[in-house]
């Protein structure tokens, strides 16, 4: 029923942070969470990728047609997927799954020379093109991280973010001496959850590996497990603040260089304020050139 009516058809919502009860998992004692926590998202990415592949397998059938007809009646205020590309709804799917997948949909995008064109912009999507949570989320999070209001601790702060990525948003701000800097505030109960997708990968991997003679040859479970110790690496924001330190004494006498201050009275493991510096992607070449740079001789110097 589900399949002919479109019932349960894919709709882009944060299984993370609109649902109250991650807070609450995460105030549970360390094993009784991981169990709990490792159980709401099994079901929440078998559900998710259940819907998904159930529309796309739909949609290549004649029952299509009718399916768009019901789902037009029944949502007509909801933003139906029916119009969209298969890398589309992949590039969705992933984005619903949570900053655990995006990721991986980074990782992919990044090496992604061999995928078609389609698939490659989709993917890139991923790298920048993730919905941002809502302001009073992120003020709440600032005041239990830094124990004071955005209003006192900066001389402005803008309510809409600048960026949005899978673990965090970043909004400006500028210090009550008229310094701008860049506020990376980490997604609301994200720790939790990411925790509970590297368990649930973990486990998966482990049973592919000891099944599958290729899995044990390219060590797969190694290879998740690695990937899974850089994401927690990633969700304390003091460990970027460290980096970038060590990254501006390497640098210090190179001329052409310069590494933003990170002000580290105001950076805990999920808030993180550094200097703002306007800038280009290094894979912007349009926009290099555009502001003056010779890309031949900035890859010849560096």
């Not at 850089?230 to 640098?251: G, K």
Request: aromatic residues 10%; negative net charge.
């Amino acid at each position: 029923v589900e399949s002919l009516f479109g019932l349960e058809m894919p709709a882009f919502r944060s299984q993370i942070e609109t649902q109250f009860y991650w807070r609450w998992v995460g105030l549970l004692s360390d094993g009784r969470r991981n169990r709990i926590a490792d159980n709401l998202r099994a079901a929440q990415i078998a559900s998710i990728i259940g819907r998904y592949t159930q529309d796309i397998a739909v949609d290549m059938t004649p029952l299509a047609r009718f399916r768009h007809f019901v789902q037009n009646l029944l949502f007509r205020d909801v933003d139906l997927m029916q119009n969209m590309s298969l890398p589309e709804k992949v590039r969705y799917m992933i984005q619903e799954l949570g900053p655990t997948f995006v990721k991986f949909g980074q990782i992919v995008s990044s090496r992604s020379t061999e995928l078609p064109p389609e698939w490659r912009e989709q993917l890139d999507k991923l790298q920048s093109n993730v919905p941002p949570f809502s302001y009073e989320k992120a003020r709440e999070i600032l005041i239990k991280e830094l124990k004071d209001t955005p209003e006192n601790l900066f001389g402005s702060f803008e309510d809409e973010p600048f960026a949005a990525a899978s673990i965090a948003q970043v909004h400006r701000a500028t210090l009550h001496d008229g310094t701008p800097v860049a506020v990376k505030i980490q997604r609301p109960n994200i720790d939790v959850a990411v925790k509970a997708d590297l368990n649930v990968i973990n486990e998966l991997t482990r049973s592919v590996q000891k099944k599958q003679e290729w899995a044990r040859t390219m060590d797969l479970y190694g290879l998740v497990d690695e990937f899974g110790k850089s994401i927690l690496f990633e969700l304390d924001y003091r460990n970027e603040a460290s980096n970038v330190n060590l990254l501006e004494r390497n640098m210090a006498n190179i001329e052409a260089i310069h590494v933003p201050t990170v002000y580290e009275d105001m950076t805990t493991s999920k808030v993180l304020v550094m200097e703002f510096m306007p800038g280009v992607k290094i894979n912007d070449i349009e926009s290099i050139e555009a502001a003056g740079w010779d890309c031949q001789k900035l890859a010849g110097d560096f």
